[in-house]
């Protein structure tokens, strides 16, 4: 049987990686969304990644991670085409 000190630093260890994976991943989009315009929808991406960093590690953070990205750069293609067309119909 193993100390039970064994087992305390086993547990910090996996909710300190698995916080560190979270934000990294989180930010990804974090930056992409700011670049971008989308403040809100940046921070919301990070805290998202983070929880599910938590939850679930590396096979939560990648995904939310990688739909928000894809989601930041479909908005931010919305509305580039929105301002595309109104600056068409002012001429």
């Keep these: 049987m193993q100390d039970p000190s064994y087992w305390v630093g086993y547990g910090i260890g996996m909710v300190v ?3 560190v994976v979270g934000t990294v991943l ?5 930056f992409v969304g700011r670049h971008c315009g989308q403040t809100r929808f940046a921070i ?3 805290v998202t ?8 590690g ?3 953070a990648l995904p939310v991670a990688l739909i928000f990205t894809v989601v930041i ?3 931010r293609r919305d509305k ?3 301002v595309e067309v109104g600056a068409a ?3």
């Design 44 to 46: 919301v991406a990070l």
């Design 89 to 91: 119909s002012d001429v």
């Design 80 to 82: 580039k085409s929105d």
């Design 17 to 19: 990686g698995a916080l």
């Design 26 to 30: 989180g930010l990804i989009p974090f």
């Design 58 to 60: 590396i096979i939560g």
């Design 49 to 56: 990644s983070i929880v599910a960093g938590v939850i679930a």
């Design 73 to 75: 750069f479909i908005k």
